[in-house]
């Protein structure tokens, strides 16, 4: 049977409730983004008290629970979710607070690095396609090929021409993704750079933390600038009907894993989501 089309699910949450105020924080098509224009303190999703925010998100981890299971036994669509951020914005953390609940068994996480030689051998999206998931199963990207249309295009090792063959390229591979039963969710975990220097000490300041500190993270912070634009472009380029972003403001970290799990189960509730029809002949079947 050929898996159903990824839309019912995006079109599912724009039927939702929840639509007007998830469509504020995602680009408008067709018009020129600006991720600066966005505040990353903003709390759209916030009860406006700390504590019941994380009692929220606490409540929506145990449905999560819930919807995945059932999402994984139904077996007719695969969940791709992109974290892309800068340094610190806090894609580890979200994979702790939102998806922590859910069973190692349909759940996986998969954080990108620099490509390796065998990698670079292949083209860009090689190493992605191996990773996507299958049929019931949730993946969650940290880091994703976008870096693919950040990195190279900030430090030059890449033509102009060449970046906007890979936003076509990347548009059309999430397009078959879909088209093949994957959702594609993309979340761009927004924070301010005054925040993201706050974080990096903090790294510095705890000696439990000092792993996760690299200079590579300063010298890419002297790249703020370019950073940000380079996002602006890819967010306006690749928001499209099947793989769309949505920005998240994530300097308060208990309001990211907030916003991102409601999304999420809007997302899982869209679905029609089945438990298979079991053998008639166990109907009446009575273990001994």
Do not use: C
């Amino acid at each position: 049977m050929p898996s159903p089309h990824a839309h019912d699910a995006l079109w599912g949450v724009a039927r939702h409730s929840l639509a007007p105020r998830w469509a504020p924080w995602q680009p408008e098509p067709g018009k020129p983004f600006a991720l600066d224009a966005i505040d990353p303190g903003a709390k759209p999703f916030s009860t406006g008290s700390k504590a019941e925010d994380k009692a929220a998100v606490e409540a929506l981890a145990v449905e999560l629970d819930a919807l995945q299971n059932l999402f994984y036994a139904d077996k007719r669509y695969k969940l791709l979710v992109v974290l892309q951020g800068t340094d610190t914005s806090g894609k580890d953390g979200t994979i702790r607070g939102v998806f922590g609940r859910m069973s190692a068994l349909g759940v996986h996480a998969v954080g990108w690095k620099a490509p390796t030689e065998p990698e670079l051998a292949h083209d860009y999206l090689w190493r992605i396609h191996q990773q996507v998931p299958q049929a019931g199963d949730i993946t969650v990207f940290n880091r994703s090929h976008y870096e693919d249309v950040l990195v190279p295009v900030v430090n030059g090792w890449i033509t102009p021409e060449q970046h906007q063959q890979r936003l076509a390229h990347i548009n059309d591979f999430e397009r078959m993704l879909s088209e093949t039963g994957t959702i594609v969710l993309k979340f761009l975990l927004h924070i301010g750079k005054d925040e993201q220097r706050e974080r990096l000490q903090e790294r510095l300041d705890d000696p439990a933390k000092h792993w996760k500190f690299s200079m590579g993270d300063i010298a890419v912070r002297k790249q703020w600038g370019d950073y940000r634009r380079a996002y602006d472009t890819l967010l306006g380029a690749t928001h499209t009907p099947w793989a769309p972003w949505t920005i998240v403001p994530a300097n308060s970290k208990t309001h990211r894993n907030l916003m991102i799990a409601t999304v999420l189960r809007a997302v899982l509730q869209g679905l029609p989501l089945r438990y298979p029809t079991g053998d008639a002949a166990l109907e009446h079947f009575t273990v001994e």
